[in-house]
């Protein structure tokens, strides 16, 4: 099979989605293994192994020029939107030549070229962020759109209400991505938020149109971010996606919570409906050698995280004396 190639404001073959897909996942797991064994990436990571769909489905539904922003879950998002994956690996090591200097780590991840505009671990920091740089595109007369992926907990913050009804006043082109995956930390959902009340109706209440939808299904996902992408570059104001998913690994860092935060059979089950899973068994069905497409993409995958890696490791660390460069300093007359 060739290699499939996603050209702008087309949607994207199921092909390109199952592929950017394992992508993700092989990065994603490569890291995770090295991050444990070698300990030498110093930063925290939220690896997002089992929410891959959200990321992939929405950012193909993005133009190159668009914009997205994230919370401290940011790999999957980075690396969908085009993000370079060498800059990022150097960036966990931190490394002078990482996307951001090396400064910031895995929840400081940047790629300008590629639209990911920023990430950052502050909850609900980049939905207020996102919801300015897309009013500033719209009032310069662009169609860019601007999306920004969160998570359920970060639902919670006031920040997320106060934008949400900016954005609805201001008819603002931002497309809101909650990858609701039932938990924040080790608290669940149904602890913290009155039951039958989805994130989606608190959009809503604010007039956006919303969705709610299995964050599982990269098609379903992809169908749904066009409609939300075409929605905002026609003027129409900001579009909601909830979707519901659920991470694999522990909170932060490459193990598993299973039978310590949330119990096995909870994991099993949402890894019964693995989005990588699906996709490949739904486009098993209309074509053959599906199953030796996706060994080949695991070994070119692997190999391009191991490069990244040794590229990593090769690379300076930023110069002791220059640590402080871009960070706020008090003037020293300052009073
Ligand atoms: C303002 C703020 N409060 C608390 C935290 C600590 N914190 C980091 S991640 C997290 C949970 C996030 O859950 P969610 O938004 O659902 O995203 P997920 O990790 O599930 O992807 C919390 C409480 C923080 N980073 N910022």
Known sequence: MPTPTTPDDRTAEPAVLLREMVRIRCVEEELADLYRDEQQMRTPVHFSIGQEAAAVGVCAALRGHDLVYTGHRSHAPYLAK?????????????????????RGG???LTDHAAGFAGSAAILGEMISVATGAAWALAKRGTDRVVATFFGDGAAEEGVFHESLNFAAVHRIPVVYVCENNAYSISSPLAARQPTGVRIADRARGYGIVAEHLDGNDVTAVHEAARRAVAHCRAGRGPYFLELATYRWREHV?????????????????????????????????AMSGIEEQLAAWDEEFRDEARLAVAAAKAAPYPAAGRLTDGAYERPADAS
């Open 106 to 108: 895995s929840v400081h």
């Open 82 to 102: 085009g993000g370079d994956l060498t800059d990022m690996v150097a960036e966990l090591h931190g490394k002078e030549t990482g996307c951001a200097a090396g």
């Open 253 to 285: 860092g490459p193990g598993w919570d299973n039978g310590v935060d949330r119990p096995h059979d909870e994991v099993e089950e949402w890894q019964r409906h693995c989005p990588v899973r699906r996709a490949a068994d739904r486009l098993g069905a």
